[in-house]
């Protein structure tokens, strides 16, 4: 089964996901730390626990868009549209309007990655509309 420039998308989105969450990770754990408000006492096993997660679930997305399934391919499209609230959050966080929720420079990278997922988003549905459900943009 031949990955097709949709799948192929979805496909390196995670994978740069999967590299972002790695790197965050190894060289600024504090962000896990204050998003999973984590309390006195608990291990890095924890932190640890929850990105294993993380990567199991990507595996599994990414298992559903190598195999076409449709409820997978609606999941991601209304997902990555939502990536749309990003913006302004972020936008808002760093103007300091809403309480931030981390560094800086995390807080615009979600933004951006939220622009990036409404763009995979509209070129998915490109290719629902000529060729149905995971076909090419």
Do not use: C
């Amino acid at each position: 089964m031949a990955i097709n420039r949709s799948q192929g998308l979805v496909l390196g989105f995670l994978a740069a996901t999967v590299l972002a969450l790695l790197a965050i990770f190894a060289y600024a754990p504090f962000v896990y730390t204050g998003v999973l408000h984590t309390a006195l006492g608990q291990t890095p096993a924890d932190e640890i626990a929850f990105l294993t997660a993380l990567l199991v679930f990507i595996g599994f997305v990414g298992f559903g868009v190598v195999r076409r399934w449709r409820w997978m391919f609606w999941l991601i499209v209304i997902a990555f549209l939502a990536g749309f609230l990003r913006v302004p959050a972020s936008a808002l966080e760093l103007m300091r309007v809403v309480p931030i929720q981390g560094p800086s420079w995390y807080i615009a990278f979600q933004g951006v990655v939220g622009v990036i997922q409404v763009g995979i988003a509209v070129a998915l549905l490109i290719g629902y509309r000529k060729a149905g459900v995971w076909g090419p943009f």
